[in-house]
């Protein structure tokens, strides 16, 4: 059976192979730093680099030694203090340099942490397995940004298969005219001189010898200039450009009353990521704005957004009526494409949901791309759960999910990602 092994490097040299295997025999602690890095970045820096911080101790790779006890013969080079037969003492207490009083020893030397850093694909590779997404939407997710051919006139140099056969012709034929204009003019002038001679009926035939003979030369001349040459070749030159897109603004909604705790508030943010990487893929300007809410709605910035936790009841609808109100300000031109999540546990005040219902049918669902509502509880749906219900029945762009823990998000993205295949792709 044959084995094949890749030698390729990696930058720097350093052996692809070899980095994966690290990644896979040190995946939990890797996990475990992306998990921290991604409660400390902001939704935009989600997709950089990471640097992660392993213990020495848990880099040690195993060996065989030999066992303690037995017989040992050992040779101690430089030996002044015994001799052959001598017993060797014990050493009393641990071997090493402190006195394990809790103070500072002059002896011994300690060891930093090992620490690498992880690439955008590793980080975004860790990032979505943690999210128990499948590969196709990790593809999809962390893809490069679609680039189109467009023509950009001629160059002097390609493939023979973009041979530009009619701009090729059309410089042949212009340096042929070019080179062959002036032993043209004189070919003309010489035949005129010719033909003069030969009707004068000159009797020097040595004169007319070298008239003809100069004719010749000059019709040589002439054809010895190429039909078409290295030169006059073009090739149609094609170069890269991004995909024309256009502008999406991502609105984020979030309930901060007291029963949203930080877990809560940690899934809601892995769901706005994704979101925001979905968007990130399909438009070049992305803007975000950020709206929590409890019995009154505001606009804040994302630190507030995230950390922020208030106390009281939760009217849903402020926050929907100032999402409402923002559009009309700042987006109602009609060239944003305007997508919006919400998170919630569910809890609202009992007369409300039916208004919400009735604000995002008749005012914010006409005008978003898509509506993505997740509730974030283990307990049973609350009464803006049932509201919502009748919305998803009679709008496609509706999407709402119940999450229980972080790998719950992804069904939401696979039903927005069908969505995009059935109309398409994205506006």
Known sequence: ?????????????????????????????I?????????GRSITDVDSGEKVSIPVKDISEPAFRHGKGGVWEGVHPGNEEFVKGDRIPRPQGGGGGGSGSGKASNEGEGEDDFVFHLSHEEFMNVFFEDLAL????????MGIEEMKSVRAGYTNDGTPANISIVRSLRGALARRVALSAPTLAQLVEAEEELDEMLESGEENTLDIRHQRERVHALREKLYSIPFIDPFDLRYNNRVKQPKPTSQAVM???????????ESKKDMAKRFFILLYLFLQR?????????????????????????????SGGTVVSSA??????????????????????????GDNW??????????????????????????????EPQNLWYEYQKLGARHRHFAMQRIRQAGDIYPVF???????????GSA
């Open 1 to 29: 059976m044959a084995h094949i092994i890749d030698r390729r490097l990696n930058g720097k040299n350093k052996s692809a192979v070899n980095r994966d295997r690290f990644l896979r025999r040190f995946k939990g602690q």
């Open 320 to 345: 929907l009526n100032l999402m409402k109100d923002i559009i009309a300000k700042r987006y109602a031109q009609g060239g944003w494409n305007i997508y919006a999540a919400q998170a919630s546990d």
């Open 414 to 424: 696979r039903e927005l990602f069908s969505k995009e295949r059935q109309q398409g």
């Open 350 to 379: 009992d007369s409300d949901s039916a208004n919400c219902g009735k604000i995002l049918e008749e005012s914010l669902l006409p005008l978003c791309q898509y509506y993505a509502y997740i509730e974030i509880t283990e307990g």
């Open 31 to 39: 996990k475990e730093a992306v998990a921290r890095a991604i409660k």
């Open 282 to 310: 399909n438009y070049e300007k992305i803007e975000l704005v950020f709206i929590r809410h409890h019995t009154s709605a505001v606009e804040v910035n994302e630190h507030d957004f995230f950390h922020s936790r208030e």
């Open 134 to 141: 499948p590969n196709l939407i990790k593809t999809e997710l």
């Open 251 to 261: 609105f984020c909604l979030m309930d901060v009353s007291g029963s949203m705790d």
